[in-house]
């Protein structure tokens, strides 16, 4: 089975590190962990990603947030199954969310994809980033305080709890791959 994996993000050169780039960042770290080499196409690079019997194409866009859907003018996907991999303002930080056939829930990015493919039926791998302030998590309020938020660097522990995110992530697609994604939704969500 081929796989398609987007890992959402702004270009790399701005804004890695950020929270909304960690869609991008959880495919670069799996990447690199597997010293696996990008390659440059029009409006993405690409990698590919090959693990029992089953190969995943990495994918993450050189364009912004809002005109993600473009890379799909570009690349080849009749015949694959696509996941999103993208920042998630409605869930913890440390958790992830899986879901399949969903509206954008205000994501431009995912909104973006939705409007280029004309459906909705794909997989969501959702890393959540609400932050945690004091002794809850606590979403940002008003449009120039998620965008601050979104936009912003990883405080240190956080930093330190992202590999393991990264890890999950890689975890996941496997057993999307070889369980399939009821069972993987069953055992991640």
């Known amino acids: 089975m081929h796989y398609i994996v987007i890992g959402l993000g702004n270009p790399r050169a701005s804004y ?3 929270r909304h780039n960690i869609g991008a960042d ?3 770290d799996i990447a690199t962990r597997h010293n696996l080499e990008w390659r440059k ?3 993405y690079y690409q990698t ?3 693990t029992e019997g ?3 194409t990495l994918v993450t866009p050189e364009t912004y947030m809002n005109n993600i859907g473009d890379i799909f003018s570009y690349m080849h996907y009749a015949g694959t199954d696509i996941l999103v991999v993208y920042d998630d303002l409605d869930v913890p930080f440390g958790n992830i969310k899986i879901s399949f056939d969903r509206s954008s829930g205000g994501h431009k990015g995912l909104g973006s994809i939705i409007d280029r493919l004309g459906t909705r039926a794909f ?3 959702r890393l959540g980033i609400i932050p945690y302030r004091g002794d809850m998590f606590r979403k940002p309020r008003g449009e120039a305080e998620v965008e601050k938020h979104i936009l912003g660097s990883w405080n240190t522990d956080e930093q330190q709890a992202l ?3 990264y890890q999950k992530v890689e975890d996941i697609m496997h057993s999307i791959a ?3 994604l009821q069972q993987t939704m069953t055992t991640y969500n």
């Open 16 to 18: 890695s590190g950020t």
């Open 26 to 28: 959880a495919l670069i």
């Open 41 to 43: 196409e029009k409006k």
């Open 48 to 50: 590919e990603y090959v």
């Open 54 to 56: 089953h190969t995943f």
């Open 123 to 125: 997989v969501r791998v």
């Open 163 to 165: 590999p393991v995110l």
């Open 178 to 180: 070889t369980q399939g």
